[in-house]
């Protein structure tokens, strides 16, 4: 069947065959997974995850304004693990704009020495190259840990 002629979507393993970006619900799917994936490589000092998963002009702004680009940020993840007892992720959001996944959340967590707070982060996911790469991140403490969701 010739797909192009009759305008209709082309089946998932057909477009992942030929690289074609997936349809808007597909990438909403994959980036909820990759978005976990995101969290339990933060949560182990995964470097080698973002190393895989960033887009080489990747921007990463952290809550002290301070920007860093792939390379910095998957040395600063080597060079300075965090000691996390716990990290998860909550009031999850995705919008898509195209070939664009937007992933809006909350991730509370409680650091080995007890510590505990909640960062509210923006990540940009691009169908790149035939996968999703993060293009930009935006991580922010929230000045009321107590408040997640709000």
């Known amino acids: 069947m010739n797909f192009d002629s009759l305008k209709l979507p082309r089946p998932a393993h057909q477009r992942a065959a030929a690289r074609v970006a997936p349809e ?7 980036v909820r997974d990759l978005n976990q994936g995101y969290i339990d490589a933060a949560r182990t000092s995964d470097a080698a995850w973002f190393d895989q998963h960033m887009a080489e002009d ?9 920007r860093l680009r ?17 990290l998860t992720v909550h009031s999850v959001e995705l919008r898509t704009f195209g070939n664009i996944v937007q992933v809006d959340a909350d991730a509370p967590y409680e650091l ?7 960062s509210r982060y923006i990540d940009t996911w691009a169908w790149i190259g035939g996968r999703w790469q ?16 709000g």
């Open 134 to 149: 993060v293009v930009s991140a935006q991580i922010t403490a929230m000045a009321d840990a107590g408040v997640v969701g």
């Open 70 to 86: 792939k390379a910095e940020f998957v040395e600063l993840v080597r060079k300075e693990p965090k000691d996390f007892r716990s």
């Open 24 to 30: 808007p619900a597909e990438g909403v799917h994959a």
């Open 58 to 66: 990747v921007l990463v702004i952290l809550g002290s304004g301070r």
């Open 112 to 118: 080995g020495d007890g510590t505990r707070g909640v």
